[in-house]
């Protein structure tokens, strides 16, 4: 090796021990480095963790919570996001082609792999109650699928996702819109299911309480022990009381509610209509269940574990995962509502989803505004319906006799909703005017009490015609031309707007003609509830509108323009109650009791044959005879019927004068 070539030599691997040496280096302080910044962001975590605490980006559930499939599919990690993706383009493809029951089971699927994410729950419970449902033939399989829908929501969903507005919408608006509105064919069948097994869960409701007491006894419900079955082992008497229940095959749950609500009935008096009155029941398990709860000295004990085992359903999360304190707070608020009624469930739904999303940062603001919508809608319902009319069927729920009646006490709720809720929404909008419901919910808020003037009105008494003249006076004050100035409608009397406000509805014959029958139609539906205040006035307020119609026929050759005289119209009616079978024969027997001599000798001969097979099928039958007994002087109306139909003619004017209205 020549000199030079090995001083290269030389050089070269001088060079190369200087390069690993500064490499090992450069090692080192990178080594270094890595654990300073390892350090650091060990350090950082918590800070981080009260970050994303503070900016509300954690799980309430964690996966420990999850049922073992859910958290089977939450453990496959990058390739659950790919699964999801894949799944909902497929979902979209299913729905296309119509495959509603291949879409529902990936739709589960789905919801497995993302548990915590709203729209899946809101898509497979909307395919649930509105696609599948209408692909079934009978009003029952429909029922169920709705019925699946909103327990998909109420029982899975909101267990995962808690404070999400968008599922409390979607089921806010499954009770509104697909049970409460009648767009749906089966509507009323969902109706009957949902006032059915209501009234399972809370027993029959009281028919005449005040307002106070009708809160108080779901107060029961609130107060009643948490730990029901903690409760019955530590109290000796309710202990010896489910014991003696066990021996008659009857459990502190279910078992227990739905057979005092069918079996233990008190206002409905079936009995006073069975044929063989007086015939003791037979000594079997049904009649020795019901003797031993009919005991005076078990009353007690009955209607605290009643409350007990009512207020454990109600809160489970697999039974109906709603909160009873805050179920006393809205009848606190708002009066007691009927928990049988779709609008009660959509009232609370909503109104419950927008208290406790209320501190959530990223709340979908578009849902937020549904979902308080709906709460409007809920009470505007309950002002129209919110008395129920219920004559159970429990062998078949949908085929109970259910009826909806106004209630106008709610209408004040729903003014003052308006109000808060519109300042809640829009108070920040520069356009917002004070005391109003703000620009978005303006409208809606003037179009309601236009309406609820009309109804007060027409319910009548004093307290109702001060509170329709404090909204009229509002909407003067408020509802204001693009001059700033009270819209010309309001330039006016009050009386003169209200009459305005009919005479649309009086304009025609015909229009006349069903707008006084509909006042005739409530005044017998008002009696077969026993309210029979209510049911005078609306017959008062019919003959009032029916003299107003008449005031000029001067002009009206040959006399067109006149009605039927309203004793006749209020016999036709009548007539026509008896007849429908939609009222159940109760019903009939508190009406013909309200009916005046002479309209009971005229239909009685034409109803007599209808009511009959309306108790023959009667489960047990009634006697026809108790329902709808025979009106006195019937063979003298045979003779001369004629005589009876020219007293008719002049009975509206009688009635006036207190001459003809005959009360046996």
Known sequence: MTQMTQSKMEAYLAGRSSAMRSDRWVRLVAGLLAVLCLAGSMMLVGPINDIRRKEQMTMDVTVEGLPPDIALMTK???????????????????????????????????????PRYPTVWSYSAWNMAYNISVCQYGDEARWLWVSNGIRNLRNKGLVYNPKSITLYKELAWIFNHKIGDKLDDSHMAYKAELAVEMERLFGEPPLVLEDDQAVNRFREIVEAPRDLDKWIEETPEVNAFVATLRELDLSPDETLLWFVAEYMRTYSNVEQFVLEEGQLPPTDLKSRRRTLLSLPENKDVL???????????????????MNIDYMLSLMDEYGPLDWRSPYSHCLYWASYGDKVTADIKNRDSADSMNAVRFIFFA???????????????????????????????????????????????????????????GPNYSTGHENFLMRSIRQL??????????????????????????????????????????????????????GATVFIQAFLLRSLKEAAVGDVERSLRSFETAKEWYEYYHRDTKTDRNARRKLQPLGIMRRDIARIFMQRPDFSAQEKARVWKSLDLLTRQAIYDDALPFVEQQCAVHEPPFDANKVMPTPPGMEEYRKNPDKVLDELKYYDENVSQGKKQVVD
């Open 76 to 114: 496959l990690g990058t390739l659950r996001a790919l699964a999801i993706d894949v799944a909902f383009i497929r979902l979209e493809e299913l729905k296309e082609e119509n495959r509603f029951f291949e879409l529902m089971q990936l739709s589960n699927w789905l919801c497995k792999l993302a």
């Open 303 to 321: 209607d605290r574990l009643c409350a007990a085992i009512r207020s454990n359903i109600l809160r489970a999360p697999d039974k109906y995962n």
């Open 379 to 437: 009470l505007d319902q309950l002002s129209l319906k919110g008395k129920i009319i219920l004559e159970p069927n429990f062998e078949g729920p949908g085929k109970s006799f259910v009826d909806y009646q106004p209630d106008s006490r709610f209408i004040r709720h729903m003014h003052e909703a308006y109000l808060k809720y519109g300042k809640e929404q829009f108070g920040d909008d520069p356009n917002f005017v004070e005391g109003t419901a």
């Open 457 to 510: 009105y027409l319910t009548g008494g004093k307290k109702n015609l001060d509170e329709a003249k404090e909204y009229y006076f509002y909407l003067r004050k408020y509802d204001l031309d693009e001059a700033g100035h009270p819209k010309p409608r309001y330039h006016t009397t009050f009386k003169a707007f209200i009459e305005r406000q009919f005479k649309e509805s009086l304009d025609t014959q015909a």
